[in-house]
């Protein structure tokens, strides 16, 4: 008796089994191709690379249905277009530096990073936490785009120098290499900014066209063989305390996705901004001992010059704020955020990573 029972459900069970494999099969989810402009070269395994890994793993989270083909710099449209592409849906998806779109509106810059601003734990932490995407969010609305963290390159080096920087004064009629909101400040500590590609800025430096430059750190920055032209390697990036990567996405083509597709798309990206940061903490120890061993003279900014340069921010936010009500909207928050941070932080990470780093170095 028990034995017929358990046939007559095994029955009904794969009867059940037949009927619900067709109706699986007609709600399935629709087949969705993207392309995704980047403002990287192929030979950038870290951004590029970056970019490379969110799309597959957009298509791992959706069986192959959300396909996004990420395209070079270039390719799809120039780098300064990445933006406008997405904004008017000639292109679905970017992976961009938010701040290189300053001359469209300023206030793009705080989903990057601002002079001695937030580092990238601080940068995410505003984000999802402090009112920094909703903030962000606001903006792109007037520009037809949803935006997403997808990554962040840390905290940046101060750049290479034909000379020594040893005074303030040694920035006055510097021509260098740097652009976005490092580069106004800059421009108010006496130098020249100068805004050149990066396949440029080997024969630059040679030629003597330009007396520095910034680029991003010890493993992108060996690429370019810079340590060959210019040997002062200066540090810390006061100008992007980190560099948080953005992907802009078309807002009509973002609201016509599938509910699991956008879920997809967010996961992926949160992944690479823990796995870029990740990637660039794991080659640039290394990097940075091959270009010392190559010759390259790693030096720290004089602390007058950072003085100077902190106070010449200061005064440059607030003159773009007075230019830009977008600008203005943000900034109290982000400073309130950032002072915050501070506090916290000299409690408790500053004091144990000083102590660390010079009882390790010290028993090396």
């Known amino acids: 008796m028990q034995r017929r029972r358990f046939l007559e459900r ?21 087949s969705v191709k993207w392309r995704m402009s980047t403002s990287w070269p192929k030979s950038l395994d870290t951004m590029y690379g970056s970019a490379e890994q969110m799309c597959k793993r957009v298509g791992e989270l959706t069986d192959g249905k959300f396909e996004i083909r990420p395209f070079a710099g270039g390719e799809l449209v120039p780098p300064a277009q990445n933006m406008e592409a997405i904004s008017n849906g000639t292109v679905e998806v970017n992976h961009v530096l938010a701040s290189a779109f300053i001359g469209k509106n300023t206030a793009v810059a705080f989903d990057t990073g601002l002079p001695f601003g937030l580092n990238a734990r601080q940068h995410n932490a505003w984000m999802q936490y402090g009112g920094g995407m909703q903030a962000m969010r606001e903006l792109y609305k007037k520009y037809n785009i949803v935006n997403f963290v997808c990554g962040n390159v840390g905290v940046q080096m101060g750049g290479w120098y034909r000379k020594q920087i040893k005074t303030v004064a040694d920035l006055d009629g510097l021509k260098i290499r740097i652009g976005g909101i490092g580069g106004m400040v800059m421009s108010k500590m006496g130098a020249v900014p100068q805004q050149i590609a990066a396949a440029d800025i080997y024969p630059a430096l040679e030629k003597g066209t330009i007396d520095a430059a910034e680029w991003i750190g010890p493993y992108d920055d060996a690429k370019l063989g810079l340590h060959k032209v210019a040997q002062n390697y200066y540090t810390p990036g006061w100008w992007e305390g980190s560099a948080s990567i953005t992907a802009m996405v078309n807002s009509e ?82 400073v309130k955020w950032r002072r915050d941070q501070a506090s916290w932080f000299r409690v408790a990470e500053a004091e144990l990573d000083s102590y660390t780093f010079a009882a390790v170095t010290k028993a090396q």
């Open 10 to 30: 095994s029955g009904a069970l794969a009867g059940l089994a037949t009927v619900a494999a067709p109706a699986l099969a007609q709600s399935s989810s629709p």
């Open 253 to 334: 083509a973002w609201n016509k996705l599938p509910p699991a597709y956008k879920a997809a798309f967010e996961c992926a990206a949160n992944e690479q901004t823990m796995k870029m940061l990740a990637d660039y903490d794991a080659r640039n120890p290394e990097a940075l001992k091959k270009l010392i061993g190559q010759g390259a003279k790693l030096a720290y900014f004089p602390k007058p010059v950072m003085d100077a340069a902190f106070k010449a921010s200061s005064e440059l936010f607030t003159e773009l704020a007075d230019k830009n009500p977008d600008f203005k909207a943000v900034l109290p928050q982000w």
